[in-house]
């Protein structure tokens, strides 16, 4: 499992980030494709708005009269210069021809401006409103410009104006990101898929490989902590089938006890594995009735006294909640209570000094339990309360158990609708702090 997790990974990341870039150079090339379609279709466009403007319509449309009646001037300008376009056409119709030839090619409607100039933009102009705020903006719009040529052997052809169409497209980038927007879109979210796909499969690698160390600890703790009784009790027979201790009233008596003991302690180790078992399966049933909480916090002390006592430490009691009704379970209320008491005992140094306190905070009963032990580190305190999780002492292994105490506790806080805070300075000590909700 070591060697292969790091191969599953690497090779999942290299192809996931394969992915992502061939992604990347497809949207790419669709935009540059997309880029070139949209400027030749809109240079077809531009071509064929040039020729309907120098065909649609007839030199002089108003005139009557035939030309032999006109002064021999007027004839002269009639058949060498005629009317430009910006005489016979207005800026509605230029715009009308150039918007039906756009949407023809390209079969929606898009933004242009436009302007005819004299001279190739040197003379006299006709334009649309907003066509000079465009005409400097190359990098994102496109420019056609189409010089405005009579067709051979129109009356137009010897015109002295030389006239050119400019057509522009702006924001040439926002209509071709539209055209590709659900290309777009679409490979956005499969990569979104498979990322997450990706983010799941390695959490549960990592998950597992967890859970496959919690197991081998579990296994190697409560391997240990049942050898040491049984070898125990195993030595306590052997001393009894002596006869010399067979035959003193108070070596056997001393003797039974040890084996009464160890087997009291063995019986708490399963009891505590069974407990997680239920815990587990949410088969616990709490019996919640009004208690006061002092009374309940006293008879966990009791139990404490002794193993603080043994220790050469102190407890200081400082019950000042004024509202300590509550609605708990006896039995494990007093259980919690007693594992955070019996793990600041675990954890401390010689004559340790363990402050129980409680408080009131608007509708909570709160209680905090301090020490002033070895303490925890960051990554333990954010994982105390994980299931069969131990805290790494160094090379002390006097503390015992299967590091179910603290889970418990937040299980059984949880049942009662309270919240549980751990706060811990390595080396200083920890605190636990418990809220729970009034009794109405």
Same mark, same amino acid.
């Not at 000042?320 to 509202?323: G, H, L, P, T, V």
């Not at 709160?366 to 032990?373: L, R």
């Given at each position: 499992?070591k060697r292969?997790f ?6 999942t990341?290299l ?5 992502i ?10 935009k ?8 030749d ?10 020729e ?17 009646? $006109?002064?021999?001037?007027?004839k002269l300008?009639?058949e ?7 005489q ?9 021809v150039?918007q039906? /030839? +756009? ?6 409607d898009?933004?242009f401006?436009f ?28 420019h056609a410009v189409?010089? $405005? ?5 129109s009356?137009?052809?010897?015109l &002295?104006?030389q ?6 497209v ?13 290309f777009?879109l679409?490979s ?9 796909a ?13 859970l496959?160390?919690?197991?081998s ?16 009790i195993s +030595?306590?027979?052997?001393? $009894? ?10 070596k ?21 594995i069974l407990?997680?078992?239920l ?13 006061a ?5 006293? /008879? ?12 050469g430490?102190?407890l200081?009691?400082?019950l000042?909640?004024?509202?300590d009704?509550?609605?708990a379970?006896?039995?494990h209320?007093i ?5 955070? +008491?019996?793990?600041?005992?675990k ?11 409680? &408080?009131?905070a608007?509708?909570?009963f ?8 070895i ?14 999780y ?16 603290? /889970?418990?506790v ?10 549980i805070?751990a ?14 909700? $009034?009794?109405?």
């Open positions: 499992m292969i790091p191969i599953i990974s690497v090779l990341l192809s996931l980030l394969g992915l870039f061939f992604q990347l150079l497809w949207i790419k090339s669709a540059e494709i997309k880029e070139q379609e949209l400027k279709k809109v240079s077809t466009a531009t071509y064929q708005a040039a309907k403007l120098m065909l649609d319509k007839p030199l002089f449309p108003t005139a009557k009269k035939p030309t032999d009646l $006109l002064f021999p001037k007027d300008g009639i060498f210069f005629g009317q430009s376009v910006m016979r056409f207005s800026k509605q119709e230029i715009a009308d150039i039906n /030839s +756009l949407n023809q090619h390209l079969k929606k898009i933004p401006e302007a005819i100039a004299q001279n190739n933009l040197t003379g006299e102009e006709s334009q649309s409103a907003n066509f000079v705020d465009y005409i400097n903006d190359t990098s994102n719009s496109i189409i010089p $405005l040529i009579p067709p051979s052997g009356s137009m052809e010897n &002295s104006v006239e050119v169409l400019v057509v522009i702006p924001n040439e980038q926002s209509i071709v990101l539209k055209d590709i927007f659900w777009i679409g956005v979210l499969f990569t979104i898929i498979i990322t997450t990706f983010y799941i499969t390695i959490r549960s690698l990592l998950k597992q490989k967890k496959s160390e919690i197991k600890d579990f296994i190697n703790n409560m391997t240990h902590e049942f050898k040491t009784p049984l070898a125990t +030595l306590a027979v052997d001393a $009894l089938k002596n006869e010399k201790v067979s035959n003193d009233k108070e056997t008596q001393y003797f039974t006890g040890v084996i009464k003991e160890e087997n009291k302690r063995m019986n708490k180790q399963v009891e505590a407990q997680a078992a815990l587990d399966k949410q088969e616990v049933q709490l019996n919640l009735k009004k208690h909480a002092h009374e309940l916090i006293n /008879s966990a002390v009791n139990n404490m006294r002794l193993p603080v006592q043994e220790k430490g102190q200081e009691i400082r000042e909640a004024k509202n009704l509550i609605m379970d006896e039995v209320f259980n919690f209570v007693n594992n955070l +008491l019996d793990n600041a005992v954890y401390s140094k010689e004559n340790p000094v363990i402050k129980l306190s409680t &408080s009131n608007g509708h909570f709160k209680i905090k339990i301090e020490d002033n032990g303490g925890m580190n960051k990554e333990t305190l954010n994982r105390i309360f994980e299931k069969f131990r805290a790494h002492t160094g090379n002390i292994h006097n503390v015992k158990g299967f590091g179910l105490g603290l /889970s418990y937040k299980t059984m806080v949880d049942a009662h609708k309270g919240t805070k706060e811990s300075t390595l080396g200083k000590g920890s605190s636990f702090t418990i809220s729970l909700p $009034l009794a109405k």
